[in-house]
């Protein structure tokens, strides 16, 4: 989940339309997918556009919903990319080793020796899973580490950083280990 201002968490983006009747997909960045219509009327990106989850159901991959004040195909398009916000206080507080996608924007990334790499931009998920998109502070160049246990082995949002254990990468004319 991404943050856009200072109390709203993004939790789904619209997508196609499905069907006629004016069912739209949600891609949900939910846990539960199911849990974005319980949240109550959504903000969006759109200046006075507020959604209802009215009724949706799970698919393979997204959410399939029927909204309020959307009845038909043309409308459901209309509303293609736009995305649905919580105001962060109806949310359950994190604990532990939980946290929201927001809370790592800000964090300072470190690798194991303690040395500090750059800080963390975004959490951009490109369909092949969340991604760390981290900001080196000397160059201003910006460089994407998967979000995997494997390569983010601590996360300390408490503390204010990440460690990152950069995969090893080949050399020109070397061969991937199998």
């Known amino acids: 989940m991404a943050q856009a201002g200072d109390n709203k968490l993004l939790m789904g983006r619209i997508g196609a339309a499905h069907g006629i009747k004016g069912e739209v ?6 846990e539960d997918p199911l849990a974005l219509a319980s949240y109550g009327p959504l903000s969006t990106n759109k200046p006075g556009l507020t959604i209802k989850i009215l009724a949706a159901r799970t698919t393979t991959n997204v959410l399939v919903a029927r909204l309020e004040g959307i009845n038909d195909r043309n409308a459901a398009e209309k509303l293609n990319g736009v995305e649905l916000y919580v105001d962060r206080a109806l949310l359950p507080d994190t604990d532990g080793d939980d946290f929201y996608h927001a809370d790592l924007i800000g964090l300072k990334a470190r690798l194991a020796d303690g040395s500090e790499i750059g800080e963390v931009m975004a959490v951009p998920n490109f369909g092949a899973g969340d991604l760390l998109e981290i900001r080196d502070p000397r160059s201003g160049d910006t460089y994407l580490y998967p979000f ?3 390569v983010v ?13 950069p995969p090893i990468e080949a050399e020109p004319g070397e061969e991937e280990p199998d």
Do not use: C, H, N
Not at 25 to 30: L, V
């Open 25 to 30: 997909r949600i891609q949900s960045f939910t």
């Open 153 to 165: 082995p601590e996360v300390r949002v408490a503390e204010g950083y990440l460690l990152i254990d």
């Open 148 to 150: 995997s246990k494997a």
